[in-house]
């Protein structure tokens, strides 16, 4: 039937695509030469990949680059296997063991959807706690998507007026703004604090790390550590660290 070839088509699609690994490359180094730090990594499948980012944006004090292409992707395959799921459920010729199935794959869906909207929503989190910041940052507005930019851009908007309706239009011209930076006081501008200490695991062997003090740690593949997020920064951007 009709119906029993999507099911065996389409819900295939997910182990293929979204749970199985690339093939790791080979090495043609002889044994005796490999050093196991330097494997390379397996490759992440797509939903490997969100489920690090997702992890890396919740921990992370900073605004990350948007994965905006893998984020569509995901959510793409998400709507077709929805649909796919829609379809079987009724088709009233499948079997105890076909409605087992269909179960599984829609707590799947499920769980994947659950990555999906905590990923978003921790980025408009930090967009609206960081707008002012983000409007005026050049480097920041290079890692959001187009709506989230409008979505800053917005909500700095809206909440400038409302602060300015609520407290400073009743100060003096010399107090009556958000943007001063007077010496002795904090900024009124909040910035992410890039100061705050993180988990990281390391995915592969990294480069030597200089810490604020001075000395440096060496972080092998599985190596776990604590530090501030501006030391690993750039390790996270590049993939070869992850937040825990």
Not at 7 to 24: I, S
Not at 175 to 186: E, G, K, S
């Amino acid at each position: 039937m009709l119906q029993h070839y999507h099911h065996n088509h389409e819900l295939g699609v997910w182990d293929e695509e979204y749970e199985q690994r690339p093939p790791t490359p080979r090495r043609t180094d002889s044994p005796d030469d490999i050093n196991p730090f330097l494997l390379e990594r397996t490759p992440e499948t797509p939903l490997e990949q969100l489920t690090r980012h997702w992890l890396n944006e919740r921990h992370a004090p900073d605004i990350l680059p948007a994965q905006e292409e893998l984020l569509s992707g995901m959510l793409d395959h998400l709507r077709r296997q929805s649909e796919a799921v829609h379809l079987l459920r009724g088709d009233p010729s499948s079997s105890d063991e076909e409605h087992i199935r269909i179960m599984l794959v829609q707590t799947e869906i499920e769980r994947v959807k659950f990555i999906v909207r905590s990923y978003v929503r921790t980025r408009l989190f930090k967009i609206e706690k960081y707008a002012r910041f983000v409007t005026s940052n050049a480097d920041v507005q290079r890692r959001l998507t187009a709506a989230e930019r409008d979505h800053a851009s917005r909500h700095a908007k809206i909440t400038d007026q409302h602060f300015y309706l609520s407290v400073l239009q009743s100060l003096p011209d010399a107090q009556a703004h958000l943007d001063d930076t007077p010496v002795f006081y904090p900024s009124m501008v909040t910035e992410p604090d890039k100061s705050r200490p993180v988990f990281v695991h390391a995915l592969t062997r990294c480069s030597q790390i200089t810490l604020p003090d001075g000395a440096t740690l060496d972080m092998e593949k599985g190596h776990i550590s604590l530090t501030l997020y501006s030391v690993v920064e750039q390790l996270v951007a590049r993939g070869e660290v992850e937040l825990i």
